[in-house]
């Protein structure tokens, strides 16, 4: 499944030579136009997770209340407010209207060719000819095609209409919505050791803050700031020619970006150098700004990829109950299959080295040791001889009670006193034969001389003297009695 962002199969030769595009953002644009409320809600979490936004304010990024603006209660008509006012009533078909994909395809002619002529000194800053500013201007309204390489235009001019199409927008390129979120943004700053705010700001913070923001903007005013903040970075790397910092060129761009419409400076002068300093920032770190963080595109990619995102509420209505069979743990059957194993195992090497040991007692020179070492052995009734090949069942534990003192033990001498007595009932005991069947063993010379018809005599010979001595007994008894 993964395949699908990283390979092209593609049978046209004559195509086979192109470059391969991998689009690392490809889930995140696909929620993002299929599933847009989904989308929405991923990122505005983890806005929020960064930056504090209060009810108010989130509602307004969240579209669910119209944005309070400075300036929007002011009585005061400066010159300045009444003549942005009038010409924005002027709508044409690019200029003035709402930001649209036509509009953006007018103006990236004017942004084409701004990239070729970077090096002219005061760019944006010096005006150009009025004159041949409208002439440009009515022809990108008309739709009609411009040779901006014949050099009837100044590179001035057209860098003068382009801020001149910014402003006459209904509303700044970074819309109303976000203008508070942008204001919390540029007060992202580093912490001490201490825990206590400092005054350094929090680049990688605010980086991914504006990644997130710039996810939610809509798209025509996305892609248009894309490419105005990649003209600004390219004129900024040029400032020995053209004398334009990223400083001066944010305060030429940061009222058509950021600033509300129909205010002045004067109802900015809390938040100007924020708003100033905001626009020099998304400037100088515009190559980072447009890529999606990496959780978001894992949770894009995820949300198509998982196998929980497709199962829908039905799905998990028809799934069996967990007390189930079916739902049996993977891990508990592996676990009960390796103590088996492990059980078997243990079993074998048991059985061998008890075999190992009744000849290493077998073959000990006769003695009073060598006696009791087989009595010992023998207690037993499962012993496993060298001779024999199937082991007999184990006789069944006898359950023993936990006393005070072997608690102390356990605690004092630790795991040496529970790997004795591991090791202990581990070793089978043989059940006690006869003196008779010692001496058979001893005569034979190896107990796999030993019959198993002789075995059994020998067995049945000792029941009976069992029986013959208990009843000894009890007629002694009784005569007693």
């Known amino acids: 499944s993964d395949a699908i962002c990283n390979f092209v199969i593609c049978n046209d030769s004559s195509l086979r030579s192109q470059p391969i595009i991998f689009n690392p953002d490809f889930f995140v644009e696909k929620l993002r136009h299929e599933k847009p409320e989904v989308f929405t809600e991923l990122i505005v979490s983890n806005i929020t997770r960064l930056i504090d936004l209060p009810g108010a304010e989130l509602a307004q990024l969240m579209g669910e209340e119209d944005p309070k603006l400075p300036g929007a209660n002011s009585t005061a008509s400066g010159f300045f407010r009444s003549l942005m006012s009038l010409k924005r009533k002027e709508k044409g078909v690019v200029f003035g209207s709402p930001l649209t994909e036509e509009g953006i395809a007018q103006v990236s002619q004017l942004i084409e060719y701004l990239h070729k002529n970077l090096r002219a000194e005061g760019l944006f800053r010096v005006p150009g000819n009025s004159i041949r500013q409208q002439i440009l201007k009515d022809a990108l309204n008309s739709g009609t095609d411009i040779d901006l390489d014949s050099g009837d235009f100044h590179s001035n001019d057209v860098a003068t209409l382009l801020k001149m199409f910014l402003g006459e927008l209904p509303e700044p390129l970074l819309t109303h919505k976000h203008f508070h979120a942008h204001l919390k943004i540029a007060d992202l700053t580093l912490f001490d050791e201490k825990g206590n705010k400092t005054s350094t700001p929090d680049k990688e913070r605010q980086i991914e803050a504006l990644q997130l923001l710039f996810l939610i903007l809509p798209a025509p005013n996305r892609s248009l ?38 205010v002045t400076a004067n109802d900015l002068q809390e938040n100007i150098t924020k708003l100033n300093n905001g626009v020099t920032f998304m400037i100088k770190h515009s190559q980072k700004l447009f890529k999606a963080p990496v959780y978001i595109r894992e949770c894009a990619r995820l949300h198509y990829l998982g196998s929980r995102a497709h199962t829908s509420k039905d799905d998990l209505d028809l799934l069996p109950s967990p007390g189930s069979k079916e739902l049996q743990p993977l891990k508990s059957q592996k676990r009960s299959r390796l103590d088996t194993c492990h059980q078997e195992e243990t079993q074998q090497r048991t059985e061998e080295a008890l075999k190992e040991l009744f000849r290493h007692v077998h073959n000990m020179p006769d003695s009073a040791k060598k006696k009791k070492l087989i009595r010992q052995f023998n207690k037993h009734p499962t012993a496993v001889t060298p001779g024999s090949d199937v082991p007999a069942s184990p006789a069944p534990r006898r359950t023993r009670s936990r006393s005070f003192s072997g608690l102390i033990k356990r605690k004092v001498l630790g795991t040496p006193v529970i790997l004795e007595r591991k090791s202990r009932d581990a070793t089978p005991e043989p059940e006690r034969v006869s003196k008779e069947n010692v001496h058979l063993l001893q005569k034979c010379g190896s107990p796999a001389h030993v019959s198993q018809s002789k075995l059994k005599s020998l067995e049945g010979r000792k029941e009976e003297s069992c029986r013959r001595m208990r009843a000894h007994l009890l007629s002694k008894d009784s005569s007693s009695l």
């Open 225 to 262: 700031l894309k490419l105005l903040l990649d003209l600004l970075y390219q004129t900024a790397k040029k400032q020995d020619k053209n004398k334009m910092s990223a400083h001066n060129l944010a305060l030429m761009f940061a009222p058509h970006i950021l600033w509300p419409r129909n």
